[in-house]
């Protein structure tokens, strides 16, 4: 059964705090995508990769960076963790079929 | 840019009741249109998806059909059952948006027995 998996499903940081969330896949899918979910607003695109050692801004980088060091390994960064950080991320592959997703890591950053 | 508008929840409906989700997009090319469902504590699945006008996807008793007169895809079910509590979320794919997926808003659905 092919997946997606992150390593985390809850996690609870301080203020100030880097934070790393992993995501690892074994379909060998190229791109990757790293996105947080907010009631009333959907899925929204932080960062995406294409290759190992790309990586794209989506719509909504400011406070994040990534890290794509080997093809199945997606790493989202949160330099200083803050509040407003308190989310849902889930981290997503995809290829020419479609997407597959990752369960999901609730941060909540106190 | 691509955007996605879908019908705020939350809804909650009875059991074998009928279920409609509203979603309209715009897009700058000719998109391919997806229903994503997210049962609780889980991760996003494909529920279904229409890649070109007047496609109809279905999976799992839901039906949509891409309508790119009206540019809608509306998720429908003619009898839910509790299982089909969860959050729906329509989306689109587009290649003048390198494929990367849009999402509407979510509806969550409740289903009462």
């Known amino acids: 059964d092919v997946k997606v998996t992150q390593s985390s499903r809850y996690l609870v940081k301080r203020t100030g705090e880097k934070v790393f969330l992993e995501c690892v896949q074994d379909?060998?899918?190229?791109?990757m995508f790293w996105y947080r979910q907010d009631p009333g607003l959907g899925l929204r695109l932080i960062y995406f990769?294409?290759?190992?050692?790309?990586?794209e801004k989506g719509d909504i980088p400011e406070g994040y960076s990534v890290s794509r060091e080997k093809k199945e390994r997606f790493s989202l960064i949160l330099e200083s963790a803050s509040t407003n950080q308190t989310s849902m991320y889930l981290c997503a592959s995809s290829s020419r079929y479609g997407y597959t997703f990752g369960s999901g890591t609730r941060l909540t950053v106190v | 840019g691509d955007s996605v508008t879908q019908m705020e929840g939350p809804v909650t409906l009875s059991e074998e009741a009928f279920l409609t989700i509203n979603c309209t997009y715009t897009a700058t090319g000719y998109p391919s249109l997806f229903w994503y469902v997210q049962y609780p504590g889980e991760g996003l699945q494909l529920l279904l998806k229409?890649?070109?006008?007047?496609d109809k996807g279905s999976n799992k008793g839901f039906e949509a059909t891409y309508r790119k007169e009206t540019t809608s895809f509306h998720l429908e079910k003619g009898s839910v059952q509790v299982s089909d509590s969860a959050v729906y979320f329509c989306a689109l794919s587009d290649r003048s948006n390198d494929y990367k997926l849009s999402f509407g808003a979510g509806t969550t659905v409740t289903v009462r027995a």
């Open positions: 379909m060998d899918h190229e791109n």
């Open positions: 990769s294409y290759d190992v050692k790309m990586k």
């Open positions: 229409a890649t070109k006008a007047d």
